[in-house]
């Protein structure tokens, strides 16, 4: 007869996928005893975050400017490495190929044209956006993407604090990106698939008490984190989230890779934290809204989603803040 002992990881990550079942059933249960008839409380915004530099650490803003490209502010600068794998002959540098990137920390005073980034144990460094460098085209996941170089000075700061041979680059405005499979372009951007991660603090705290960490929502980066929704997970099921001044529809449920195992204080890879996340957030264990299915169609075994792709309405310019009550769309 077969046996198991609590040392067996099938077993342990089985229950903790069943623990974090229950724990959005027991929440749920006990949120809605817990309101009077009649009574609704409306999600909230929590949290706003921007990250002007792919893979450095965010910026929590009190608000931000919402725009069909996304929050103004985000994602506009990346790291590049030479890669002679890649037709371009150089590829996008994130916290999957270099953890440390998660120990930089961004500032913007102003505007995004003007950033200063500091490190541990490294001076801090300034700087001012020129959009007349050297422009290249370099490989960004499945896309081709054009960039401006930001100068030797700046490269060479990033490069000595990494230990990698690297250069800072600013998004171009204007131009297309290429998706290399099916030839088509789109608008050149540094997001993966949409503009707005959408999360909830309700299901950052579920996982957490699955695997028994103290994991904080910058694991996941998400640029928008709600409270108060009725139970863990529930962004999964909303179509739409929106205030009185904009909207946004959801397009697929984010499929994550080894970057939230990233220690955003440490910028160390914890591989085994990677392998609980599987475990309690694959396939087999989400439900979600049907608009999402087709997109998840192309999921693999081993992939693990959490947080939700949304679009910004076309010719949406407004803010979201801090408190802002949304209404989820179903």
């Keep these: 007869m077969m046996s198991f002992t609590h040392e067996d990881p099938y077993l342990s990550l089985t229950l903790g996928a069943v623990a974090v079942s229950t724990a959005a059933l027991v929440y749920a249960f006990t949120r809605n005893r817990a309101k009077r008839p009649g009574q609704k409380r409306s999600p909230t915004i929590s949290h706003v975050i921007i990250y002007p530099i792919k893979g450095c650490k965010g910026i929590e803003r009190y608000s931000a400017t919402l725009t069909d490209e996304g929050l103004v502010g985000d994602r506009q600068y990346c790291l590049i490495v030479p890669d002679s794998s890649a037709s371009v002959g150089w590829t996008t540098l994130g916290q999957t190929k270099c953890p440390k990137l998660a120990k930089i920390s961004v500032s913007m005073p102003a505007s995004v044209d003007m950033l200063e980034v500091s490190a541990p144990d490294a001076s801090p460094l300034k700087i001012r956006c020129n ?3 050297v422009q290249r085209e370099v490989k960004f996941w499945d896309w081709i993407i054009r960039v401006v170089d930001q100068g030797d000075e700046t490269s060479r700061w990033f490069s000595e604090y990494l230990g990698v041979d690297c250069r800072l680059c600013r998004i171009l405005p ?48 998400p640029n928008i984190v709600l409270k108060d929704v ?13 205030s009185k001044t904009w909207t946004m ?19 160390v890879l914890d591989p085994s934290l990677v392998g609980k996340f599987r475990s309690l957030r694959n396939k087999n264990f989400i439900k979600m809204n049907p608009i999402y299915q087709e997109p998840a169609k192309v999921w693999k075994h081993n992939d693990y989603m959490v947080g939700v792709y949304m679009k910004p309405a076309e010719d949406t310019n407004s803010r979201v803040f801090v408190g802002q009550e949304i209404r989820p769309g179903y």
């Design 131 to 133: 959009m007349n460098g």
């Design 174 to 221: 204007g131009m297309n990106r290429t998706d290399i499979k099916k030839g088509t372009v789109s608008k050149n951007s540094l997001y993966y698939a949409h503009a707005v991660l959408v999360m909830a603090n309700e299901s950052i705290d579920s996982i957490a008490s699955a695997v028994g960490e103290d994991i904080g929502y910058n694991r996941f980066r």
């Design 230 to 242: 009725d139970f863990p997970f529930q962004e999964d099921l909303f179509s739409s989230v929106s």
């Design 249 to 267: 529809h959801g397009a697929e449920l984010c499929v994550r890779c080894s970057y939230p195992g990233v220690n955003q204080t440490t910028g």
